[in-house]
């Protein structure tokens, strides 16, 4: 297991050297800032829907490792999702790493996130690794819904 662990710490390492999705949109769909001021983390999200569909998503931002890890990672899992499976990933995430037991519906495929499953053992890392899934929702949360002439 101790093995595992550290090869979890390297990817988080690597993840935070060499993000993924890093940098603006140009003209996203929304958009939305995160701050943790516990750690110092800062993150902004921007993404592109289609309908309901998230075909691009991007970040900026400094803080800790697990932040930006957590960062480059959750714009990995989210591209080419719909807003219903991005809530039901972020709560099994969520569960995750607060060591809750979550029943989410439908098939969640939590392997990619894993990366950062050691979180639950440090509650006061929880912040940083939801940091930019919370920037995410509250940039869904202030889309505006396209105007429709129908
Ligand atoms: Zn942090």
Redesign the pocket.
């Known amino acids: 297991m101790s093995d595992l662990t550290e090869l979890y710490q390297e990817l988080i390492l690597e993840n935070s050297k060499h993000p993924q999705n890093f940098g603006a949109i140009d003209n996203p769909t929304c958009s939305a800032s995160g701050h943790?001021p516990l750690?110092?983390?800062k993150v902004t999200v921007y993404l592109t829907l289609d309908g309901d569909t998230v075909t691009d998503i991007r970040f900026e931002g400094s803080?800790?490792a697990?932040?930006v890890a957590s960062a480059s990672l959750m714009t990995e899992c989210l591209k080419g999702k719909t807003r219903q499976e991005l809530q039901t990933l972020f709560s099994a995430f969520h569960g995750m790493v607060t060591g809750e037991d979550i029943e989410v519906e439908g098939n969640v495929d939590l392997e990619t996130l894993s990366i950062l499953a050691g979180v639950k053992n440090f509650p006061i890392?929880v912040?940083?690794a939801t940091l930019a899934w919370h920037a995410v929702q509250s940039a869904l949360e202030n889309k505006e819904t396209p105007v429709s002439t129908e």
């Open positions: 943790n750690c110092g983390d803080g800790c697990i932040s890392r912040k940083c």
